[in-house]
């Protein structure tokens, strides 16, 4: 069993997605960033970074005691390796899947966020402008690719 310390945002999707995908069993441990209970110890004992998401793995494959994971890419790689899916096991392949994976976490995901952040009324419109060309041109360049060729992913 795996529990998912999780509130519904984009990163915490992405773990709930890759779980349900994978059909891995797990339980939802609510960690309301609203309300600050990613400061609690407890939770920083896992993701000492107080983010969410965040996963325990109580049946890690090396049969040890339960293992904690912090970083949504990080979790990502985690779920894969640990089902043999998702990610392709030969060079090529996962060296792909993993440029994609640090695209998003390096690039797309931060400045989504930074620019939904600028784009409020109360953002200056030079902030809104220094921070979004690569939110915009950032699925322009996935699309490009991904229209051109087969995911290593969908291989395996
Ligand atoms: N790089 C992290 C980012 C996670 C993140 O930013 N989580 C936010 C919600 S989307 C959070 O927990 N914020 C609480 C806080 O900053 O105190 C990841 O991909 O897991």
Same mark, same amino acid.
């Given at each position: 069993?795996?529990?998912?310390?999780?509130?519904p945002?984009?990163?915490?999707?992405?773990?709930?997605?890759?779980?349900?995908?994978?059909?891995?069993?797990?339980?939802?441990?609510?960690?309301?960033?609203?309300?600050?209970?990613?400061?609690?110890?407890?939770?920083?004992?896992?993701?000492?970074?107080?983010?969410?998401?965040?996963?325990?793995?109580?049946?890690?494959?090396?049969?040890?005691?339960?293992?904690?994971?912090?970083?949504?890419?990080?979790?990502?790689?985690y779920?894969?390796?640990?089902?043999?899916?998702?990610?392709?096991?030969?060079?090529?392949?996962?060296?792909?899947?993993?440029?994609?994976?640090?695209?998003?976490?390096?690039?797309?995901?931060?400045? !989504?966020?930074? +620019?939904?952040? %600028?784009? @409020? =009324?109360? #953002? !200056?419109?030079? +902030?809104?402008? %220094?921070? @979004? =060309?690569? #939110?915009?041109?950032?699925?322009?360049? %996935?699309?490009t690719?991904?229209?051109?060729?087969?995911?290593?992913? %969908?291989?395996?």
């Amino acid at each position: 069993m795996i529990d998912l310390y999780y509130w519904p945002t984009p990163n915490g999707w992405k773990i709930s997605i890759a779980l349900e995908e994978l059909e891995l069993p797990y339980k939802v441990v609510p960690v309301n960033i609203g309300r600050g209970e990613q400061f609690k110890p407890e939770f920083l004992a896992i993701s000492p970074n107080n983010r969410m998401p965040a996963i325990v793995d109580h049946s890690p494959v090396d049969g040890g005691g339960p293992l904690s994971i912090f970083e949504s890419g990080a979790i990502l790689l985690y779920l894969a390796d640990k089902t043999g899916r998702l990610c392709p096991k030969d060079l090529r392949g996962r060296t792909e899947v993993v440029e994609w994976l640090m695209w998003q976490m390096g690039g797309l995901g931060p400045m !989504s966020g930074q +620019a939904k952040t %600028s784009a @409020s =009324p109360a #953002a !200056s419109s030079s +902030a809104a402008d %220094s921070r @979004s =060309p690569t #939110a915009r041109a950032g699925p322009g360049s %996935s699309r490009t690719t991904a229209s051109a060729r087969t995911w290593p992913s %969908s291989r395996t």
